[in-house]
Structures are given as C-alpha cells and as structure tokens.
C-alpha cells in the first residue's frame, strides 16, 4: 500500500532542517582535506573492489544511501542494529532486500585504518553512493561532506517515510517534497532504478490482479511486455527475481526512461511517472538525452545528500557503522 504523507512528518522534517541550519555548520567539499586528505581515493578504491566482486552491489549501496536520507535525514540510522528488530532496517520497505551493510562496514574499517575517528558513516554512504553509480557508467559529481551520525534509527519512521513503489505521481510527488525535494528530482532519481533489480511480488498484482480483479493485467503495461513478465513471474512465486528493469541493467544509463516511455516501467510507480504531463515531459527528456539525465541525477543526489543532515556539535562519528558510541 501507500503511505500517506502527514503533517506530522511534515512538521518532523522542518524541525530537522531547522536544526541543521540552526547548528551554524554547513556541508563542505573540502571537509576532510586536512583531517583525511585521501578519503575519496580509499574510499573509491574499496568501492570498486566491491562492486568488482559483485556487480549488485551498485544497486544496493546507491539504495543504502537513498533511503538512510529519506528517513531522519542522512545520517546513517539506516545502518544501525536493533536487538527488538525495530531500526529502519527491519522495516518491510528494507528487511531482506536492503543490500550492503557489511560492504559498508568494511569501507568504515579501511577508513579507519587510514583516518581514525574522524568520517562518519553518513558520509560514507554519500560517498559510496556516488562512487558505486561511477563504477556503473554514471557520471561523477562532487560529495560535500561533514555529515554527523545520529543516535536513532526506527522501523516506524522508516513505513511511513520511505516512498512505495505502489505509488501515483501526486503521492510520489507529496513524499518527496515531504524532504524538500521537488517533481523534477523525484523522476530523476527514479532513474536510479537503471541499474535496479525488483521481486516477482511487485509485479505480479499487475500481470494478475490489477485493481484487485483477478485475471486483469494494467492496461498501462506494453502487452508485449506483460507477455514475458508472466514468464518470469507465475503467479504463485512472488520472491522470484524478475531481473533487469531496463535493458542494460548494470550499466548506469538512461534506458530505463526509455523503457518507462515505452510502457515498460517494472513497478506502478515506474509507470506513474508518464501520467503527469510534467512526468512525461522529464521522461522524455531523460530517455532522449543521455548526458541530460546524468547531470540532473548528480544535482538531485546532492540535493538528496543534504536532507536533514546532522552537522557540527549535533551527532557523532561512529566506531562502527551498526551501533551508536558507548558513553
């Protein structure tokens, strides 16, 4: 289902933004140039050690990052354990399908091997994000850094605020602006979803059940294309693997707004995207310029990268990236 946005998240976020700025600190790309000069290169090194090792790690550290800042902001919450199963972690939009904790966690050691104690795993993510869609195909763009690590992480906050991929355009809309982020960067960042892999359990209410009418596919779905999702996706195996979401999944591309504009969008937000005459417009543009979309996508991910942020005194810099600082 989808979650609807309230006023009391929206008030939760203004008192953030609030904070952040009252902190006097701001995010800088030159935060560590004294403290940890060699932080970006340790950091891509590792990166692409990983992804080398698994090219579905691209994915799943550029998810880690989109969905630490939509909830408290980016600070890292989404990496924290919870012994009652109740961070934002555990939360069914994350549980099983969040991918890439210990990658991070080994990023954090080699960190710290070279800079003690000084980067936090907020930055980390941000940083990570970044270097994971480079790796792919996409296009670098500048991190300012100095994030802090928050001491919170709930499961509760993490069902409410994270966006659903059952969503229309206006909810989607609504969702992101809950975070200060506007129409345009909501569809670019969905281009994320290029290098995106998705489960049957998504796809199936649309080939099977679309509108709770059993035998009704969506009418929105290329017929072509439904065809050969019902062979990937029986309607009894929700956890199969439906695969690729655009046609050169693993490289970070603009296929997959072409295959939005073609009615070939996985999830029902995908689709959503063109029934908003501004949707369409940004989709059109992003399928038919390449170098368009990956320069709007590393504006709207630093946008995204300042949501919330805890600067200055506010937070701290974890040990290690699952647990807040003894006191």
């Known amino acids: 289902m989808a979650f609807p946005v309230s006023k009391c998240k929206l008030m939760f976020f203004a008192v953030l933004f609030m904070a952040a700025i009252a902190s006097g600190a701001k995010l800088s790309k030159s935060h560590y140039y004294r403290t940890c000069p060699n932080l970006e290169t340790v950091v891509r090194t590792k990166v692409n050690e990983i992804i080398n090792a698994d090219l579905g790690m691209a994915p799943g550290l550029l998810r880690l990052h989109f969905h630490d800042c939509f909830v408290r902001g980016c600070d890292g919450s989404v990496l924290l354990d919870s012994a009652s199963n109740s961070a934002e972690k555990d939360a069914p939009p994350n549980f099983g399908s969040l991918r890439g904790f210990a990658e991070v966690d080994a990023i954090k050691a080699t960190v710290e091997k070279a800079c003690p104690g000084v980067v936090s795993c907020a930055d980390i993510l941000a940083l990570a994000a970044r270097d994971a869609v480079v790796k792919v195909g996409g296009k670098y763009w500048s991190v300012p850094l ?58 199936i209410p649309r080939l099977y059940n679309f509108n709770g009418v059993t035998g009704a596919t969506d009418p929105s779905l290329d017929p072509t294309f439904a065809n ?100």
Do not use: W
């Open 146 to 203: 100095g994030r802090k690590d928050g001491f919170t992480s709930s499961l509760v906050e993490a069902n409410t605020s994270l966006p659903s991929p059952f969503m229309t355009f206006p909810q989607l809309v609504q969702n992101f602006a809950a975070v200060g982020l506007n129409a345009k960067d909501m569809v670019i960042l969905s281009g994320g979803h290029t290098i995106g892999q998705a489960h049957c359990a998504v796809v």
């Open 228 to 327: 050969l999702l019902r062979t990937l996706c029986p309607s009894d195996e929700p956890l199969t693997f439906v695969g690729q979401m655009d046609a050169t999944n693993g490289t970070f591309d603009n296929n997959y707004f072409k295959a939005v504009k073609n009615r070939r969008g996985l999830f029902p937000s995908d689709a959503a995207l063109i029934t908003n005459s501004f949707g369409r417009r940004v989709v059109n543009i992003a399928a038919k310029s390449p170098g368009s979309f990956l320069k709007d996508f590393g504006k709207s991910m630093v946008k995204m990268g300042k949501i919330g942020v805890l600067t200055g005194s506010a937070g701290e810099i974890r040990q290690v990236c699952s647990a807040v600082n003894s006191s």
